[in-house]
């Protein structure tokens, strides 16, 4: 059997930022490029069959991924600029604000005392 998480890091290597940005669109004389937060998680795993008094398997998986489209960026007249999709921007941004907020109050409250 090969070595599972080498060959899930050989492949995960060749992704780069694909993910995050979409194939650019001609539309009424504009270009649109298409931006996304992507995230992935994986794993892995093996056994060990050589045990003193067990017979032991072993064995692995993993996945996931996850993509939030935040915007675009749109080219007219030779202008490029972002636009972002409020709500998805909404969505990826209060939970790590929320996080962010929490961090910072426990430091504060490290500092007090």
């Known amino acids: 059997m090969a070595n599972i998480a080498q060959e899930l890091a050989e492949t995960l290597s060749n992704v780069g930022v694909k993910p995050s940005y979409g194939a650019p669109i001609e539309l009424d004389g504009a270009t649109i490029l ?6 992935f998680g994986f794993g892995a795993g093996e056994g060990n069959p050589q045990s003193n008094n067990d017979n032991v398997e072993g064995s692995g998986g993993g996945g996931g991924g996850c993509s939030a489209p935040v915007g675009a960026y749109i080219t007219r007249d030779g202008v490029t600029r972002f636009e972002p999709n409020t709500i998805a921007l909404l969505a990826v ?6 996080v962010t907020g929490r961090a910072v109050a426990r430091v504060v409250k490290a500092l007090k005392s």
């Open 34 to 39: 298409p931006v996304a937060v992507s995230s």
């Open 93 to 98: 941004g209060i939970p790590f604000m929320f």
